[in-house]
T-cell receptor, first 113, second 115 residues
Framework: GENVEQHPSTLSVQEGDSAVIKCTYSDSASNYFPWYKQELGKGPQLIIDIRSNVGEKKDQRIAVTLNKTAKHFSLHITETQPEDSAVYFCAASNNNAGNMLTFGGGTRLMVKP | GAGVSQTPSNKVTEKGKYVELRCDPISGHTALYWYRQSLGQGPEFLIYFQGTGAADDSGLPNDRFFAVRPEGSVSTLKIQRTERGDSAVYLC?????????????FGEGSRLTVL
C-alpha cells in the first residue's frame, strides 16, 4: 500500500518568513495530493490540493509543487502569520481506487510574532 | 447541517465496554470515510462507504470494529470489547462522490478514552 513520509515534524519560523514542508510517497498510482491544516481540537481542513497532471498550484500565500518522477511534493507558505500556526498534514490517494487518503505524520508549524 | 457532524465529541468508557460513534455527513455526499487519529500522528484509514455498502474495510484493525450506513447517510462506527489501545480521536469525512473532486470534508472527531 501507499506510504507517505513528511518532514520536518516541527517547524518554527518568524512571522513574515516562509515555511516549507516536504512529503514523499511510495505508490506511483497515486494521483491526488491534498494538504490539510488541523487546529487543536478540530478536524483537518483542506487548504490546497494538486493532481498528478500539474506540477504546481498556487492560492494566495500557499503553493504546492509536485515532482512525480521523484515522488515528492511540497507545501510552501509565504509571509507567514501567527494564525498559520497549526499542524499540517500531507496526504496521497488514487482517485481511481476509492480515494482513501494516506496521511503523512504531520508538521507542527509555529509562527512567532 | 453545513458540515460533517460527529457525536459524541467525547466518550470515556471502561475496558471491555461497547461503544458507538455516530457520523452525519454533508447532505448529498455519497462517500463516507472513517479514520482514526492517535495523539501526534496523522489520521489512519479505517473504512469507507459508497452509498450503503462498505466499499473497503481493509483499515479496520480487527473484528471488534464494525461500521454501518444503513440508509446511505448517517453512519455508526461500533467497537466491541474496547481496549485501552482503542483510545484515539475517530474522524469521519464525507465526499460528494468517489470520483469527482476528491475533496474530503472532515468532522471534528469523537475522542474516545478507554480506561
Amino acid at each position: 500500500g501507499e506510504n507517505v513520509e513528511q518532514h520536518p515534524s516541527t517547524l518554527s519560523v518568524q512571522e513574515g518568513d516562509s515555511a516549507v514542508i516536504k512529503c514523499t510517497y511510495s505508490d506511483s498510482a497515486s494521483n491526488y495530493f491534498p494538504w490539510y491544516k488541523q487546529e487543536l481540537g478540530k478536524g483537518p481542513q483542506l487548504i490546497i490540493d494538486i493532481r498528478s497532471n500539474v506540477g504546481e498550484k498556487k492560492d494566495q500565500r500557499i503553493a504546492v509543487t509536485l515532482n512525480k518522477t521523484a515522488k515528492h511534493f511540497s507545501l510552501h507558505i509565504t509571509e507567514t502569520q501567527p494564525e498559520d500556526s497549526a499542524v499540517y498534514f500531507c496526504a496521497a490517494s488514487n482517485n481511481n481506487a476509492g480515494n482513501m487518503l494516506t496521511f503523512g505524520g504531520g508538521t507542527r508549524l509555529m509562527v512567532k510574532p | 447541517g453545513a458540515g460533517v457532524s460527529q457525536t459524541p465529541s467525547n466518550k470515556v468508557t471502561e475496558k471491555g465496554k461497547y461503544v458507538e460513534l455516530r457520523c452525519d455527513p454533508i447532505s448529498g455526499h455519497t462517500a463516507l470515510y472513517w479514520y482514526r487519529q492517535s495523539l501526534g500522528q496523522g489520521p489512519e484509514f479505517l473504512i469507507y462507504f459508497q452509498g450503503t455498502g462498505a466499499a473497503d474495510d481493509s483499515g479496520l484493525p480487527n473484528d471488534r470494529f464494525f461500521a454501518v450506513r444503513p440508509e446511505g447517510s448517517v453512519s455508526t462506527l461500533k467497537i466491541q470489547r474496547t481496549e485501552r489501545g482503542d483510545s484515539a480521536v475517530y474522524l469521519c469525512a464525507s465526499s460528494l462522490d468517489l470520483w469527482n473532486t476528491g475533496e474530503l470534508f472532515f468532522g471534528e472527531g469523537s475522542r474516545l478514552t478507554v480506561l
